[in-house]
C-alpha cells in the first residue's frame, strides 16, 4: 500500500475512535479539536486556530458558532484590536475537560492507540510524526 493511503487510513480511523470517545459527552471530533488546542492555550485568535487545525475559516466559524450556543466558549475582542476575536473555554466546559471522567476517556483513548507500543517506539513514531509534517508542509 502506497505510504499516502497507508497514513490517510490511519488518520481516519483515528477519527472514528475520536468521535467515537467524545460522542457520549455530546462533543463531535472537530469540536474536540478546538477544546484541545484552548485547553492548553486559552484565548487563542481564530486564525491561529484555523492555522493550527489546518480547516477553511467557514468551516470553524460554524464549528465554533455552535459552541458558543451551547456555551463551551466565547468569544471576545482582542484587546489592542477590536477586529481580532479571541475564543476561549467556558468556564463549565473547562471545568469538565478537567473532570476524571473526561480525562480517563481520553487515556484510554491513546492507550488504544498506542497498544503494543513500547515507551521508545510511541516517543519515535510521534518524533518520525513530526518530521512527515516539517517534510510536507509549505505553508
Known amino acids: 500500500m502506497h505510504p499516502t493511503l497507508r497514513l490517510k487510513r490511519a488518520y481516519l480511523a483515528m477519527r472514528r475512535a475520536v468521535e467515537a470517545a467524545v460522542r457520549p459527552f455530546d462533543f463531535t471530533a472537530a469540536q474536540f479539536d478546538v477544546l ?59 471545568a469538565f475537560c478537567g473532570s476524571t471522567e473526561f480525562h480517563d476517556a481520553g487515556q484510554a483513548l491513546v492507550k488504544r492507540m498506542f497498544a503494543g507500543f513500547s515507551e521508545t517506539e510511541r516517543r519515535q513514531f510521534l518524533s518520525m510524526l513530526s518530521r512527515v509534517e516539517a517534510n510536507l508542509d509549505v505553508t
Open 36 to 94: 484541545q488546542l484552548l485547553l492548553h492555550e486559552d484565548g487563542l485568535e481564530h486564525r491561529e486556530l484555523q492555522s493550527r487545525l489546518a480547516m477553511a475559516s467557514p468551516t470553524l466559524t460554524n464549528i465554533v458558532d455552535g459552541m458558543v450556543r451551547e456555551g463551551h466558549v466565547v468569544r471576545s475582542q482582542d484587546d489592542s484590536d477590536g477586529r481580532v476575536k479571541r475564543i476561549h473555554l467556558g468556564e463549565r466546559t473547562r
